[in-house]
C-alpha cells in the first residue's frame, strides 16, 4: 500500500467504528449484521498492533452472545407466546399477583425467537463495533486529542494510567512482606495490612508528583479578560438550561414541538462552544500531536459511508432491512446493503498498517539487566503482565 | 545566577526554621555540591531555588532568593520552569507520563513550545544522555539508573540554566548511582549548566565540585570551597578520614589525589599487619542450605547454591543486580519461591525448614527484612506497630519497643512510621522482625537510602546483632558498609557463588570490591580507617 | 475540608446537568403512549447516549474551570489508579466491587467536588485499563461521580465510629443506587420490547416501576447489588478509620490552602529569639 506503517488517529477509528454501529442500528437483517461483524473481525485482524487493549475484542464478541442467548431466552421464559409456528409448549407457571400477573413460559413460537434474536443480534453487533474501536484505537492517544478545557481531568487520567501498574507491582511487593511478618495474605484481615501501606505509598507518591509537575510548569494559564469569562458562563448556563428545556420537550408530547430535539441540539452547541472558550486559557502546546490526515479522513468517510448507505437502502426498500417475523420471510440481501459492507470493510486495505512493534519486553540493548529481574517470588510475571489494558 | 538574601523559612506547622539567615550566591556554570545528614535543611534549600518553598509547601520565607534576575516572591514554580529544573529522589514518582519519550516532551508541552522544537530537542536529548534506544520502553520497566537519566532529561528538555538535583542517587543501588553522577558531571563540564546538587556520596562528587554548601543542622550554612568546607563536616566518606587521620591538608579529593599523598602513610605502616579477624568459637552453622535453585519463567535466578551461616558472624552477599542475592534470601526465609533444595536451621528443638512451617512460625526461626523496609509496616504509629508486633510474636508487650529503644533510642513512639528518617525506618522494621528472636537475620539493601552518619549507626547495629549470637547476612552492593562490617564475603553472579572468602580474602582480590582504604594503600591489606588508626595508635604507642 | 472549591457558578452547571442526566436514566418511565409521538421519541434513547457525554464532559470542565491545583490533581490521578487498580480485584467474584469503598472515603475527605471529579476519573481510567470503552461508560461515570459527590456533602461535624457509621450506611445505599441506574439505563436494551417485563411506554410509573422491579429480580442483579452493597459496608467499617487517618494525613502533608507569606529579610524572629551571630552563616 502506499501508506507508511503509523498508528491512526484514534478518532478516526472511532468514527469508522460508530458508523458501523449506526449502520447495524438501522437493520435487524441478520445477513448484513453478520456481515458487519465479520467486517469487523476482518479489518481488526489486518491494522490492530499488539498492545495489550488489541485484545479486548474477544471480550465483546462474547458479551454479543451473551446478550443475543439473554434476549432469545427472555422471550422463551417471559414472551407471552404471540405467533403462529408455535414449536414447543412448555408449561405455564402463572405467578402470583404482586408480579403483575405475569406468567412463565407457555407456547414458544418461531416467530417470537426469531425476533428476540434478530434484536439481539442488532444490538450485539452494534457492542461490536464498539469492541473493534477499543481494540484499534490507542486509549493513550485519545487522551492526548481532549480539548483544553478537559486537559486538567487528562492528566489525571494520564497520571492514573500511568500509577495503576505500580501500584499492581506494589500490591504484590506489599504482599509478600506481610508473609515476613507471619500474617496471612488472604481474606478481608489482610485488606488493611496490604491496602493501607499501598494506599499510604500512593499518596506519598503523589505528593512528590505534584511538586515535580509545578517545577515542570503545570498550570500555566493565559489571562483571560472578565467579558470573556462572562461570556463563557453565560454560553454554559443557557445552554444547560435549554437541554433541560429540550429533553422535557423530547419526552413530553404535549410541549411545543420547537421545545424538544431542536432545543436539545442548540442547548448543547452553546455549551460546548463555551466549554471550548473557556479551553482556551490553558496555554500548552503538544508533542507529535495526531493529525487528520487523507488516510485518517478516508477511514472515518468508510465508516459514516457505511452509515448513509444503510439509511438509504432503509428508505428504498424498509421490509428488506427490518425482515417481518410474521409471516415468516428469508431475509435478503440487496446490492446497496453489500456496498455499504463492503465500504465498511474498506479500512482493513486502504488505512495504514499499525507501526512495527517496539515491545515492553525487549531487553535493554546497554545498561545492566533490568532490576525487576532481581524481584524474587510471584511478582516477576504479575509485574511484566500488568502492562496498561491487561486484566490483572 | 543564584542568590539567596537572607533567607530564613518557617512552616506553617511550626517547629525551628530549616534555614535561618542564609545568605550566598551561585555563579553560572558552577557546581554547586550540598551536603548535610539527612533532615538537617537541604531539600527546603534546594526547593527554595525554584520557590516551591514556600510556593508549594506553604509557610513563610523571609528575605529574598532570586533565580537568574527572577524573584521567587513573584515568580511560582511553574514559572520558573524554563530557568530552573529540578530532579527528586524517587525518579518514578515524578514522572506524569508513561514512556520514556512521553516524558522527555511533558515540560515542553507546558511551556507551550511548537511541536518541531519539541521533536529537535527530545532527539538531542535522547542522544545526550545516552538514552535513545530507550525512547518507546515504559518508564516502570526501565532500571533505577536508566529512570533517574530519563528523569534529569525529562527537566533539560526545558533549557533551565541551573539544574537542581536533589539527592539524585539516594534510592539507587551504587552502580546505578555511579551511571547518574557521571551524567551530571558531563552535563557540568559540556553544557556549562549550573547544577546544584545534594548528594551523600561526597567522594563521588567532590573532585567536581566548584563549591561546598554545607548544612549543620542548626539552619546555617557554611559556604566554602570544597577543600575547605570539608573541615566541617562531622561524618564524611572514609577518604577523607583517612586524611584526616593522617593529616593531609588540603584534604584529597579522589582516590588519585589521596594515592598520591599516601606514600609517606604506607611507609609508617609498612612494619604492621592488619589485626587478625577474630575467630570466634566455631560452633558449627546455625543455618545450613544446600543446592538452593530458585526459577523464574525464563530463568534461573539461584542456581543450586549452598549457603553456611553462623552464629555471631555477618556474611555479605554481593553481586550486581539481578545476580540472584535477594532471590536466595527469600528462599531461605521461606516465604519465597524455592524449587529445590534444602535449609536446616539449627534451633533449641532440633534442626527444621523454615519453609515447612506456617509463615508466623517461620519468622521465630529466619528474619529477613526486605528491601523497602517500610512494606513491613502499615500502622499510623510507632508504638501501634510494636504492640502489634508483640502480639503477632505472642511475647509480653513492650518487647517490641525494648528493642527499638535499643536500636535507636528516643524514636518517638507517637511518630507516623512514614515520618521516619530511612535509617529510623529501617531500624523500626528490623526491631519488629527481631521480636520473633529469630537465630538467623537477613537484610536485603538495608544501607541503600542511608547517609554516613544512619550507615555508621546501621554498622553498629549488625555488629550488635552479631556479638549476641546471630547470624546476620546483609545483600548490598555497599563495599564500604561490607568493608566494616563483615567477616565473610560471597559474591554471586547468574545464580551461582563465584567467590567465597573472608572479606580481606575477596575484597583485596578485586579492585572492583575493594573499598577507597584499600585502593589508596594496596598492595598493603588494609581496609577500614578503623584498622588504620588501631594500627598507627599502635606505632605509636611503643614510642 | 475541601480541597476542591465549588463556585457557586459550578454549583449551578453541576444541579442543572445532574438534572438533564436523570431524564437520560429514566426515561422509559416518562415515555408517551401516542402512536404519532414515536416519531419524536423513538430517538430517544439514542439521542440520550450521545447527550450524556457531553454533558459529563461539561460537568467536568467547569469543576476544572478554575485550574485545580496540582496538589490536587495528582492526589485525584494517584487515586484514580488505586480505584482502578482495586476494580479488577472485585470483577471476577460475584458482586465484590471495590470501587465505592474508597471513593466513599475519599469524598468524605476531600470534599464534594473532588469525590465528584474521583468518581469519572476512576470508572474512566478503568474502562481504558479493561478497553471497556462505551456508550454504557459515561452513565457509569456519572454515577460514581454522584456517590463521590453525596459523600462530600454528609454531615461534616461527624467523628469517630458515628462517622464510620454514617459513611457505612451511605456506602450501602450507594452501592443499591448505582445499581438500580445502571439496571434501569440497561433495562431497555437488554429486554427488547415485546416481553412481559419489558417497560410499557405510556404506563403508569408505578406499573413500570413494578416491572423494572420484576427485571432486576430475575437479572439476578438483586444478589450482585447486595453483594456490592455489603462488600462496601463490611471495607468501610473495617478498613475505614485506618483509611481516612491516612487521607487525612495526606491532606495535611500536603498543606492545601496553607498560607504562604513572604516577608522582609529585616523580620527575623528566629535571629533575635536566639541571637545567632551574623557571620557564621556567611562566607561572601
Not at chain 2, 514556600?54 to 513563610?60: D, I, K, V
Not at chain 2, 512514614?418 to 538467623?440: I, K, M, N, W, Y
Not at chain 3, 413494578?210 to 452493597?229: E, K, M, P, Q, Y
Request: with cysteine.
Amino acid at each position: 500500500m502506499w501508506w507508511l506503517p503509523r498508528g491512526l488517529h484514534p478518532g478516526a477509528w472511532w468514527l469508522w467504528a460508530l458508523g458501523l454501529a449506526t449502520a447495524a442500528s438501522h437493520t435487524t437483517n441478520p445477513l448484513p449484521l453478520a456481515l458487519l461483524v465479520a467486517v469487523a473481525g476482518r479489518v481488526l485482524g489486518r491494522r490492530r498492533g499488539d498492545a495489550p487493549w488489541a485484545l479486548a475484542f474477544r471480550m465483546y464478541v462474547w458479551l454479543g452472545a451473551v446478550i443475543v442467548t439473554m434476549r432469545v431466552v427472555f422471550r422463551i421464559v417471559f414472551g407471552g407466546g404471540q405467533g403462529d409456528h408455535i414449536l414447543v409448549r412448555l408449561p405455564e407457571i402463572p405467578l402470583p399477583a404482586w408480579a403483575a400477573g405475569i406468567r412463565l413460559f407457555g407456547p414458544v413460537a418461531a416467530e417470537q425467537i426469531l425476533g428476540g434474536f434478530y434484536d439481539g443480534l442488532r444490538l450485539a453487533t452494534m457492542l461490536i463495533c464498539l469492541g473493534a474501536a477499543n481494540a484499534l484505537a490507542n486509549p493513550k492517544r485519545l487522551l492526548k486529542a481532549v480539548p483544553g478545557a478537559l486537559y486538567a481531568i487528562g492528566t489525571a487520567v494520564v497520571v492514573a494510567l500511568s500509577v495503576a501498574p505500580q501500584l499492581v507491582e506494589s500490591v504484590l511487593r506489599v504482599r509478600r512482606a506481610r508473609r515476613l511478618r507471619g500474617a496471612s495474605a488472604r481474606g478481608m484481615r489482610a485488606l488493611r495490612g496490604i491496602a493501607l501501606p499501598v494506599l499510604a505509598d500512593a499518596l506519598d507518591r503523589s505528593l512528590a508528583l505534584a511538586a515535580a509537575m509545578d517545577s515542570r510548569g503545570y498550570g500555566r494559564t493565559a489571562a483571560v479578560p472578565a467579558g470573556q469569562r462572562t461570556v463563557t458562563g453565560a454560553l454554559v448556563l443557557g445552554g444547560l438550561v435549554g437541554v433541560c428545556a429540550g429533553t422535557y420537550g423530547l419526552l413530553d408530547t404535549a410541549a411545543p414541538g420547537y421545545l424538544g430535539l431542536p432545543m436539545l441540539l442548540a442547548g448543547l452547541t452553546a455549551a460546548v462552544t463555551g466549554m471550548l472558550l473557556a479551553g482556551r486559557r490553558v496555554r500548552r502546546s503538544r508533542y507529535r500531536p495526531d493529525r487528520w490526515r487523507p488516510a485518517e479522513l478516508l477511514v472515518a468517510g468508510c465508516g459514516v459511508a457505511a452509515a448513509a448507505l444503510t439509511m438509504l437502502a432503509g428508505s428504498v426498500d424498509p421490509e428488506l432491512l427490518y425482515p417481518p417475523v410474521s409471516p415468516l420471510t428469508w431475509p435478503q440481501l440487496t446490492p446497496l446493503m453489500l456496498l455499504a459492507v463492503g465500504v465498511a470493510a474498506a479500512p482493513a486495505w486502504l488505512a495504514p498498517p499499525p507501526p512495527p512493534t517496539v515491545s515492553a519486553g525487549r531487553p535493554p540493548a546497554v545498561d545492566r539487566p533490568i532490576p525487576v529481574t532481581d524481584v524474587p517470588a510471584d511478582g516477576v510475571r504479575a509485574a511484566r503482565a500488568s502492562t496498561p489494558g491487561d486484566r490483572p | 545566577m543564584i542568590t539567596f538574601d537572607r533567607v530564613t523559612v518557617h512552616y506553617a506547622e511550626g517547629g525551628p526554621p530549616p534555614l535561618r539567615d542564609v545568605t550566598f550566591r551561585v555563579e553560572e556554570g558552577e557546581l554547586c555540591l550540598v551536603a548535610g545528614r539527612t533532615g538537617a535543611g537541604k531539600s527546603t534549600l534546594l526547593r527554595a531555588i525554584n520557590g516551591l518553598v514556600p510556593h508549594f509547601t506553604g509557610g513563610t520565607l523571609h528575605g529574598a532568593v532570586t533565580v537568574d534576575g527572577r524573584d521567587t516572591r513573584t515568580h511560582p514554580p511553574r514559572d520558573l520552569a524554563d530557568v530552573v529544573g529540578v530532579v527528586g529522589q524517587d525518579p518514578l514518582a515524578g514522572f506524569v507520563t508513561d514512556t520514556v519519550e512521553e516524558e522527555l516532551a511533558y515540560g515542553m508541552e507546558q511551556l507551550a513550545l511548537p511541536p518541531a522544537v519539541m521533536r529537535k530537542r527530545v532527539e538531542e536529548t535522547l542522544d545526550l544522555l545516552g538514552i535513545a534506544d530507550l525512547r518507546d520502553r515504559p518508564l516502570r520497566t526501565l532500571s533505577g539508573g536508566q529512570q533517574q537519566r530519563v528523569a534529569i532529561g525529562a527537566v533539560l528538555t526545558a533549557h533551565p540554566r541551573v539544574l537542581v538535583l536533589d539527592e539524585p542517587t539516594s534510592a539507587l543501588d551504587p552502580t546505578a548511582a555511579e551511571d547518574v553522577l557521571a551524567t551530571v558531571t558531563r552535563l557540568v563540564h559540556d553544557l556549562g549548566v549550573t547544577v546544584v546538587l545534594a548528594e551523600h556520596r561526597l567522594e563521588r562528587v567532590l573532585q567536581y565540585a566548584d563549591r561546598l554548601l554545607y548544612l549543620p543542622g542548626d539552619g546555617h550554612v557554611h559556604d566554602g570551597t570544597p577543600a575547605t568546607g570539608l573541615a566541617h563536616i562531622d561524618i564524611a566518606p572514609p577518604l577523607i578520614e583517612l586524611g584526616r587521620l593522617a593529616g593531609w591538608t588540603p584534604l584529597p579529593l579522589s582516590v588519585r589525589d589521596a594515592r598520591r599523598r599516601a606514600s609517606d602513610l604506607r611507609h609508617r605502616l609498612a612494619g604492621v599487619a592488619p589485626p587478625p579477624v577474630p575467630a570466634g568459637a566455631d560452633t558449627g552453622p546455625t543455618l545450613t542450605a544446600r543446592k538452593i535453585v530458585v526459577r523464574y519463567p525464563g530463568t534461573v535466578a539461584v542456581a543450586g547454591v549452598d549457603l553456611d551461616l553462623r552464629a555471631g558472624r555477618v556474611v555479605a552477599l554481593m553481586g550486581r543486580n539481578g545476580s540472584g542475592k535477594s532471590s536466595l534470601l527469600w528462599a531461605v526465609q521461606g516465604s519465597g519461591p524455592r524449587h529445590g533444595g534444602t535449609v536446616a536451621v539449627t534451633g533449641p528443638k532440633g534442626t527444621v525448614d523454615p519453609k515447612a512451617l506456617p509463615a508466623g512460625q517461620a519468622r521465630r526461626h529466619v528474619g529477613l527484612v526486605p528491601q523497602d523496609s517500610g512494606d513491613l509496616l502499615y500502622l499510623e504509629t510507632v508504638d501501634a506497630e510494636c504492640a502489634q508486633a508483640d502480639r503477632e510474636t505472642g511475647v509480653p508487650a513492650g518487647t517490641c519497643r525494648a528493642l527499638v529503644d535499643q536500636l535507636v533510642p528516643g524514636l518517638p513512639g507517637d511518630r507516623h512510621p512514614r515520618d521516619l528518617s530511612e535509617g529510623q525506618r529501617l531500624a523500626l522494621a528490623l526491631a519488629v522482625q527481631l521480636t520473633a528472636a529469630p537465630p538467623v537475620v537477613l537484610l536485603d539493601e538495608p544501607t541503600r537510602g542511608l547517609d554516613y552518619h544512619a550507615k555508621r549507626q546501621f554498622t553498629a547495629v549488625a555488629r550488635m546483632l552479631a556479638g549476641s549470637g546471630r547470624a546476620v547476612v546483609v545483600a548490598t552492593h555497599d563495599v564500604e558498609l561490607v568493608a566494616t562490617l563483615a567477616d565473610r564475603v560471597i559474591v554471586m553472579a547468574e545464580g551461582e557463588i563465584v567467590s567465597d572468602g573472608t572479606t580481606a580474602e575477596v575484597m583485596l582480590a578485586s579492585p572492583a570490591f575493594a573499598p577507597q582504604v584499600a585502593k589508596v594503600l594496596a598492595p598493603a591489606p588494609w581496609l577500614t580507617v578503623e584498622q588504620v588508626a588501631a594500627a598507627l595508635d599502635e606505632t605509636r604507642a611503643p614510642a | 475540608m475541601s480541597v476542591l472549591r465549588v463556585a457557586p457558578r459550578t454549583a449551578v452547571v453541576l444541579t442543572l446537568a445532574s438534572a438533564a442526566a436523570l431524564a437520560t436514566f429514566t426515561w422509559p418511565f416518562f415515555v408517551p403512549a401516542h402512536p404519532e409521538s414515536t416519531a419524536r421519541t423513538g430517538e430517544a434513547p439514542l439521542v440520550f447516549i450521545v447527550m450524556l457525554p457531553v454533558l459529563v464532559a461539561l460537568v467536568l470542565a467547569e469543576l476544572t474551570s478554575g485550574g485545580i491545583d496540582s496538589k490536587a490533581l495528582a492526589m485525584l490521578g494517584v487515586l484514580a489508579a488505586v480505584n482502578a487498580a482495586l476494580r479488577p480485584l472485585g470483577a471476577g467474584t460475584a458482586g465484590i466491587e471495590t470501587v465505592f469503598f474508597l471513593l466513599v472515603l475519599a469524598g468524605r475527605v476531600f470534599g464534594p467536588g473532588f469525590g465528584f471529579l474521583l468518581g469519572a476519573t476512576s470508572l474512566f481510567a478503568s474502562a481504558l485499563l479493561t478497553a471497556g470503552v462505551g456508550p454504557w461508560l459515561p452513565f457509569q461515570m456519572l454515577c460514581a461521580s454522584w456517590i463521590g459527590l453525596g459523600a462530600g456533602l454528609l454531615p461534616a461535624r461527624l467523628r469517630g465510629r458515628a462517622e464510620v457509621a454514617v459513611l457505612a450506611g451511605y456506602g450501602m445505599l450507594a452501592a443499591y443506587g448505582y445499581g438500580l441506574l445502571m439496571n434501569l439505563w440497561f433495562w431497555p436494551f437488554s429486554v427488547g420490547a415485546d416481553t412481559q417485563l419489558s417497560y410499557v411506554a405510556g404506563a403508569p410509573v408505578l406499573e413500570n416501576l413494578h416491572r423494572l422491579a420484576l427485571f432486576t429480580a430475575v437479572t439476578s442483579t438483586f444478589g450482585w447489588d447486595t453483594g456490592r452493597a455489603i462488600t462496601t459496608a463490611v471495607a468501610i467499617v473495617l478498613a475505614g478509620p485506618a483509611v481516612l487517618a491516612a487521607l487525612r494525613r495526606a491532606v495535611r502533608r500536603a498543606a492545601f490552602g496553607a498560607p504562604v507569606t513572604f516577608a522582609a529579610a529585616s523580620d527575623r524572629p528566629a535571629a533575635k529569639v536566639t541571637g545567632i551571630p551574623q557571620s557564621s552563616s556567611q562566607a561572601t
